[in-house]
């Protein structure tokens, strides 16, 4: 009598742990349909092996029914943490490039040990902090780790020299289906001293891909009128030397529909190269 209690109170303790597993999961976001296969079948294989050691062998129909119904149990419970969403995780979003696909941009806001300043990102993307990402193989870890756990399809770094980061980490992130860019905030701070960020600002708007070149170039525009700029200096990369006074800015390399918009309000442009 007590060996079949006891049996009994196993087996329910089993499949009420199993489903349990799933709810926690994904209230805490850690389960969602992008996982959820993985999730799926080390909950049925832990739960099958722990039903397989508790009931005896010589009671198979036992295991077979108490396997369909722990199963259906986890399944039913877990209906919508299977289907979920991606998590919202750092603020990151879905974007939809002009073609309809999904993007989830990453911007990395890394102060460069101190030497590069926090911006605000576009709507959409979502923000990491870091000291100094590309030097800190603690801190690449991490990104390595939010990278794959939520899907980014692109980092965005704040200051940090793509070519300064290891080839081998280059490699893990395309691996992982993620491009990387750059702001180059740490070399835009150099060519002022008036400690203005409004060219870190000009960076961040002129982002493309996948935002439109259009939606881009409103964003410029908008910072420009908002700051009173009335020089642009431009060109493809930032020249040795440069020395940008107050109530001009600088913009890498503008499109010609840019240059253009900039013309119209009145703005002088200034092209200059190395």
């Known amino acids: 009598m ?3 209690e006891n049996l009994n109170i196993n087996a329910w303790a089993m499949i009420l742990f199993t489903p349990s597993v799933v709810t926690i999961a994904g209230a805490s976001k850690l389960l969602w349909s992008g996982n959820s296969g993985w999730w ?9 092996m722990l039903l397989w050691l508790v009931i005896p062998s010589n009671l198979p129909g036992l295991l077979f029914s108490l396997t369909i119904v722990a199963s259906g149990l986890v399944e039913v419970i877990g209906w919508k943490s ?5 998590p919202v995780a750092y603020g990151l979003k879905d974007i939809l490039d002009a073609e309809g696909r999904t993007h989830r941009v990453l911007y ?14 576009l709507e959409g993307m979502g923000i990491m902090p870091y000291y100094s990402v590309c030097r800190s193989e603690e801190e ?4 390595i780790d939010v990278v794959k756990r939520f899907g980014a399809s692109k980092i965005v770094f704040s200051g940090c020299v793509i070519e300064s980061l290891p080839v081998n980490y280059l490699d893990s ?4 289906g993620c491009s990387v860019s750059t702001l180059n905030l740490s070399r835009l701070t150099t060519i002022r001293t008036d400690n203005d960020i409004v060219d870190c600002d000009l960076a961040m708007a002129w982002t493309r891909h996948p935002w439109s070149d259009s939606s881009a170039e409103k964003r410029c525009v908008a910072v420009i009128q908002d700051n009173d700029i009335h020089t642009i200096i431009y060109g493809e990369k930032i020249p040795f030397g440069l020395n940008i006074q107050p109530g001009e800015a600088w913009l890498s390399a503008p499109t010609d529909s840019l240059i253009e918009k900039i013309e ?3 703005v002088n442009l200034t092209y200059t190269s190395n």
């Open 82 to 86: 299977f289907r979920a969403s991606m």
């Open 173 to 176: 992130l395309r691996f992982l």
């Open 264 to 266: 119209k309000l009145g």
């Open 40 to 48: 799926r079948l080390r909950i049925h294989g832990f739960m099958l």
């Open 2 to 4: 007590l060996n079949a």
């Open 140 to 143: 690449q870890d991490h990104l």
């Open 108 to 121: 990395v806001d890394c102060s460069c040990c101190g030497t590069t300043p926090s911006i605000k990102p």
